[in-house]
């Protein structure tokens, strides 16, 4: 079985556009005129190391799909026969939460006047295991497995023979921990395994903010309500007969410390530790040490030089950068040409450098932050109100206003700050507006308003999409105050003047991060325009 997976996953790919159940039944025969019944399967050792080989290869040949490992026909019990009934997983069918519209068999026809029968056969199998929708189409695949023979040798030579005729060790609850961020096939296989060794309750600590604060790319966590909805309804699909608890974790241990009807906790190679940390915790607590079943981490075929080898959530957030995370929204009084992006972000966040990383790729950038020096000039109209608002010890000897000191007036005090740009921000946004314009004359594609508060200041009707740069605040202290020679504690005022950059990420179709090398930038601004343009093609 383990060697007909990826080449079953590949032709199932062709047929699939999203959810791909794997109900797993060796042995089927769907080629006789008897009806072929759903049994128990005995869950023994290679049924996990077939499920860790089912995601890993799913990542490699359909990443595209969501795929569910289904449980309810394992079960340890028993077998017993000539008693009605009591052998069959089924009683009535169960409910996914994506109703099946398709069943899709590898079963091998012996041949070809058999389809017919075989496809019946193969839908009256699965209306009876499944609620699926009433004009349930089938298909039989044919993968090729051409190369079968040479890796089955392989296999042979890996297994070194070993028997594994006895039934895995399972236990009544289980638990284990983790953010759970983008559901992938990692995690998938640590929740079936999970869900494969326990009888009756399984218990997941899922990492609530205080646990992700220093996690590579935190802004593009999934939010807490949307990782546990996605945990519910994998679990309830693959094993519904379970008792599921999820429980927020803002320290790393939760229940499992705590919790004495708990047998087991699943860990992988890497969270080894954290399992024998748990035990030690238990040991002192007064509770019996967990049984640490432990799981192997799945590779990531497409993983980059700059990515952990392993499936990670970090690197699947590394690669949203550049991409669309949310479509813009159609504002039908904004001119369709140029096509405008919003570039925001935290002062210190790189927003300049990808602006002009744009500017060579074709984009007209326009510097709001110089647009508001223009408006400090003596004789502007802004000039006049700034001073009378600030008072004269704004002012350089010359007459000109001394930015370096109204900014310190005004970073960390959200009402005077707040008085500043209700007099700048209408002037900057009438120069921002008349570059637009010049733009649109030059028959220019795409603008970029480069804006440090392009949020905060409403801007987003004046734009076609908002990008948002971010960097964690450490860092960006670090370069505010090599850059721009002030204090560290004026650098975080003047972050703290600004949205968080979680908040802006909430309002960003784009996002980017500026935390790697330049080349890695470079990589992410390439991605965002060569999608861009696809997006403008479409318009
Ligand atoms: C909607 C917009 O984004 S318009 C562009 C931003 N400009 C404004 O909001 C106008 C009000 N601000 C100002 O006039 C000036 O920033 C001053 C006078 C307060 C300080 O001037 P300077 O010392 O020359 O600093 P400068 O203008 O270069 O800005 C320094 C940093 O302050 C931040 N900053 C600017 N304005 C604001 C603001 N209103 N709120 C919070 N932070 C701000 C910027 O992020 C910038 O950092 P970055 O270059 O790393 O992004």
Known sequence: LPLRIAPVLSSAAQVVERTLYVHLHPGLNLGSTGQARPVFIPPVPDVSSLISRLYSNAADVCGHLDVRVLLTNFRAQK??????????????PQTLSHSPEVVLTDFPLKDPGQSSLVAQCLKRYAGHCYTCTPKLASVLLHPLLGTLEAEKQEEEQEKGGAADSELLQTYSDVVVGGTFDRLHGAHKTLLNISCLLANKRFV???????LLKNKVLKELIEPYALRLERLEEFLQDIKPSLQYEIV????????????????????SEE?????????????ENGLSELVLYEIQVIKDAHHSEMEEEKISSSSLRSRLLGTLLRPPKDNPYLPASPYVIGLSGGSGSGKSSIARRLEALGAVCIDSDQLGHETYRPGSAAYQRVVQEFGEDILNDDGTINRRVLGRKVFGNKERLKSLTDIVWPEIALLVKHKIQQAKEEGK????????????AGW???VHEVWVTIIPEEEAVLRITARDGVSEEDARRRLQSQWPNAQQVEHANVVLCTLWEPDVTQRQVQKAWDLLQKRIQKR
């Open 445 to 456: 594609q795409v603008c970029v308003v480069d804006a440090a508060v392009l949020l905060e």
């Open 79 to 92: 077998v017993l026969t000539g008693t009605g009934g009591t052998n069959n997983p089924f009683p009535s």
């Open 271 to 283: 969270t080894r530790k954290g399992g024998e940390a748990v035990n030690k915790k238990r040991l």
């Open 248 to 267: 927020p974790l803002s320290e790393p241990f939760g229940p499992s410390i705590t919790d004495s009807d708990l047998q087991c906790i699943v860990v």
């Open 460 to 462: 987003t009707e004046m």
């Open 204 to 210: 997941i600590g899922l990492c609530d903010t205080e």
